[in-house]
């Protein structure tokens, strides 16, 4: 352990820095390369599956869990609170184009009029409060469920996020900021793991490269356990021994944009099973 710790904090040193590189789609291919010259075998469509595209093994393991993967109920619970009607007898689907289908690869965008990032959890929450419902609190059970219904109705559309104009501009470089800041009391940045040392082990844990990792979200942890994005992000804080965010704040949606960016052009796969 000493000595992946010693070996990671050296790759910072050397992080491939694409601060210099002008605009974010020169820096997804940047990323994209880095990924190419060190991971070789991994095809492009294959990065939606993470760490599973480097460990055939675990990707036959993946496979036959997805099979009957054991969150089915959870996804019927789902189904059910996407399609209960409000009280003025509209659901969900008359919020989103297309009822809802191919439509959750777009998000998150930034909003002009609000100069702000959007997700597709505030999207959700929106959609309650414009047909006079409650809105879900951020991270919870019923809105991480409903999000990964919501979600596999875009199953196999292309993940195509777009900034556009100085607002989304700046919004997204501050979540590249973040991914490529240095903090906690391992002196990590999300980069460390997931650009320079990407398919390495970390204990037990493969590594997963950065572009795919927001293409696959909300995620079934430990059987059942529904995971978003953004509470991913809190877990990776606290390994690292930082002072996680809260979920839905400025910095974690900035994030989430920069993150997303990176999988575009890539098939959404939603929701998936990890261990």
């Known amino acids: 352990m000493k000595q992946i710790i010693t070996a ?3 790759c910072m040193l050397c992080a491939i820095n694409i601060g210099a590189v002008a605009g974010p789609e020169k820096d997804r291919k940047a990323v994209l390369e880095h990924h190419k010259k060190n991971l070789p075998n991994v095809k492009f ?6 760490a599973l595209a480097l460990n055939p093994d675990a990707k ?3 496979d036959e869990i997805m099979s009957f993967p054991p969150y089915l109920n959870d ?6 609170m996407w399609e209960k009607p409000f009280g003025n007898g509209k659901t969900f689907a008359s919020c989103f184009p297309n009822g809802g289908k191919n439509v959750a690869g777009g998000y998150p965008y930034f909003d002009n009029d609000a100069g702000k990032v959007v997700t597709f959890e505030n999207a959700l929450n929106a959609c309650l ?3 006079g419902e409650p809105e879900l609190k951020y991270g919870s059970h019923e809105l991480t469920l409903l999000s990964a219904h919501a979600k596999s109705l875009s199953d196999g559309m292309k993940v195509k996020v777009e900034v556009k104009g100085a607002g989304a501009l700046a919004a997204y470089e501050k979540g590249k900021t973040l991914y490529y800041s240095r903090r906690g009391q391992f002196n990590f940045s999300c980069a460390v793991c997931h650009i320079n040392y990407a398919g390495k082990f970390l204990r037990s ?3 997963s490269p950065l572009v795919g990792q927001a293409a696959h979200w909300p995620e079934f942890r430990a059987g059942t356990d529904a995971t978003s994005l953004q509470e991913r992000f809190k877990q990776c804080q606290k390994n690292t021994r930082g002072v996680p965010s809260e979920l839905n704040s400025e910095e974690y949606n900035n994030l989430e944009y920069f993150i997303t960016y990176m999988s575009n052009g890539l098939p959404m796969q939603t929701p998936v099973f990890r261990k």
């Not at 469509?45 to 993470?50: K, L, M």
């Not at 996804?75 to 059910?80: E, F, G, L, R």
């Open 205 to 207: 844990e493969q590594l």
């Open 60 to 62: 036959a393991q993946y």
């Open 45 to 50: 469509e294959d990065y939606v599956y993470g």
């Open 75 to 80: 996804m019927d619970t789902a189904k059910a």
């Open 8 to 10: 990671l904090v050296a």
């Open 129 to 131: 409060k414009k047909n």
